[in-house]
């Protein structure tokens, strides 16, 4: 069967930012043996969530160079989204460890009754949380979008991470200027600010990409791609603390 060109560019996107995903994973899970500090395993928690949200495309891809048939909606579904939750859950913990410890058990128990509600939601009314694309064309790859509780549990997800964790680091990155912290704590503090607006931004975009667009898909793909280098190498070495003074 002939695959299509969109097909090609977003099968290989989708592979190459769960390869990413998971590499930076294991990279924190080794930097973890070495440097015991919590939010080490809560990025690598958050990396391998992040590049997981590429499995159900990547796996429909592969699917479909080798047996010409893509996986099914719900099964796509499951492989992108199961891990939805654990991936905004971690997401605020990492900017809460930063900015306000004392908020973290009331963030954690916040998110974690969302994320009961959302995959009670997932695996006993599946059908109805999500919406398969439209297949136009043979060598076409399956897409869908959230509808019902899947939609507003990510709605809520982007908004937090928007607010929470792209402009907590802004704010921080601006703080830490004005206090003449060192260059180089400022420039990763901006980065993972910058990372955080990117990966909202590409991913609404990727949702709203029309089919059969390759150029647009490109470009929101590689903003994706450049989000997830400028969080983890960000987070590699530990952002920058604005002590208060007593």
Request: charged fraction near 10%; glycine fraction near 8%; hydrophobic fraction near 55%.
């Amino acid at each position: 069967m002939e695959i299509i060109l969109t097909s090609w560019v977003l099968g290989i996107s989708s592979l190459i930012l769960l390869a990413l995903g998971y590499t930076y994973s294991i990279l924190f899970w080794i930097k973890y043996i070495y440097v015991k500090k919590m939010l080490v395993p809560m990025v690598a928690i958050v990396a391998f969530c992040s590049g997981s949200f590429y499995l159900g495309p990547s796996v429909s891809f592969i699917s479909l160079l080798i047996t010409g048939q893509n996986i099914s909606g719900y099964l796509y579904y499951i492989l992108s989204y199961v891990w939805m939750p654990i991936g905004t859950i971690g997401i605020v913990q990492m900017a809460l460890n930063v900015f306000y410890p004392k908020y973290q058990k009331i963030a954690f128990i916040f998110y974690g009754i969302i994320a009961v509600i959302y995959w009670i939601f997932m695996f006993g009314f599946g059908d109805a949380q999500f919406q398969e694309e439209q297949l136009s064309q043979t060598g076409e790859l399956l897409d869908i979008s959230h509808t019902g509780v899947s939609l507003i549990v990510t709605a809520i997800s982007l908004i937090s991470v928007l607010t929470i964790d792209s402009a907590g680091f802004f704010l921080l990155a601006r703080k830490l200027k004005k206090n003449n912290m060192p260059k180089k704590g400022v420039r990763k503090t901006f980065m993972i600010g910058l990372g955080w607006l990117l990966f909202v931004v590409s991913g609404v975009m990727d949702a709203m990409v029309p089919p059969n667009t390759v150029g647009i898909i490109v470009f929101v793909r590689g903003l994706m791609i450049v989000a997830f280098n400028f969080i983890n190498l960000g987070f590699w070495s530990k952002p920058v603390r604005l002590e208060s003074k007593s």
